[in-house]
């Protein structure tokens, strides 16, 4: 994939480490969502067209959903699947299985970092979303280890622009 003109990348936590862990009907996920739908209609307004997903369980799932929603009032969004590997959803329940299948079947473009999974392969992946886009837009619970403050610390490293979105601050 050629670097996008003006692109953004999610990160985010799994569920586990969200307040309502997979209650996706929990009030705070609704307004979530609603906070995620706010910001990308005004990243799209601000010129982004081209948003990727590493496609994890949580965040990055929610936020491909709703670039998929969008493009029917902005055609010119692309979704952009950047998977980690091969088969990284088949220890998942049926539902996000099912969930992950159907917005890969939607997607603009599928690109797997490796075909098997090796040790940094999920480090690769999150390197490459940062990479290739000039936006970062996080849900963060200021945490001071794991993936996503990993690529927050990286994608403030090379200068990109951070936007974090507290999923504890949220109402």
């Known amino acids: 994939m050629k670097k996008a003109r003006k692109a953004c990348a999610f990160t985010g936590h799994r569920p586990k480490k969200l307040p309502w862990g997979y209650n996706e009907t929990n009030v705070r996920c609704v307004a979530l969502k609603a906070a995620l739908e706010r910001q990308i209609c005004l990243l799209v307004q601000e010129g982004v067209t081209d948003f ?3 496609m994890a369980e949580g965040v990055d799932l929610l936020a491909a959903e709703i670039v998929l929603h969008l493009r029917s009032e902005y055609p ?3 979704l952009h699947c950047i998977l980690p590997y091969k088969g ?6 049926a539902t996000s299985q099912a ?5 890969l079947t939607q997607a603009d473009s599928i690109i797997y970092v490796s075909r098997i999974f090796q040790k940094n392969c999920l480090l690769e992946r999150n390197r490459f979303l940062v990479a290739h886009s000039e936006v970062l837009l996080a849900v963060y619970n200021g945490e001071y280890r794991g993936g996503t403050t ?4 990286y994608a403030q490293k090379l200068g990109h622009s951070v936007i974090i979105l507290d999923p504890n601050e949220i109402n």
């Not at 990284?88 to 329940?93: G, K, L």
């Not at 990993?150 to 610390?153: L, N, P, S």
């Open 76 to 78: 010119s969004v692309k």
């Open 99 to 103: 969930r992950y299948h159907a917005i």
């Open 52 to 54: 990727l997903s590493g």
């Open 150 to 153: 990993a690529t927050i610390r």
């Open 88 to 93: 990284q959803e088949t220890e998942w329940s």
